[in-house]
């Protein structure tokens, strides 16, 4: 079970992801089409390309705010 995701701290750095099935808490992007989701629940396969491995996003509460 992963409980936080790492994200890279500059390009160079490797993105760890994660396969459908895997409970997780957060905001995580499909690595196959870049759909993305917001869940505390099991990742599901991406509902836009079938995809099964997803990597940690970037949201924010803030990231909407100014829109």
Do not use: K
Request: glycine fraction near 12%; hydrophobic fraction near 35%; aromatic fraction near 10%.
């Amino acid at each position: 079970m992963l409980d936080e995701a790492r994200t890279p701290d500059s390009p160079d750095e490797y993105v760890e992801f994660v396969v459908a099935g895997t409970s997780v808490v957060g905001a995580y992007r499909c690595s196959g089409c870049g759909y993305g989701v917001t869940l505390r629940a099991p990742l599901p396969s991406c509902p836009m390309c079938a995809g099964t491995t997803w990597e940690p996003g970037t949201w924010s509460p803030f990231a909407q705010a100014g829109r």
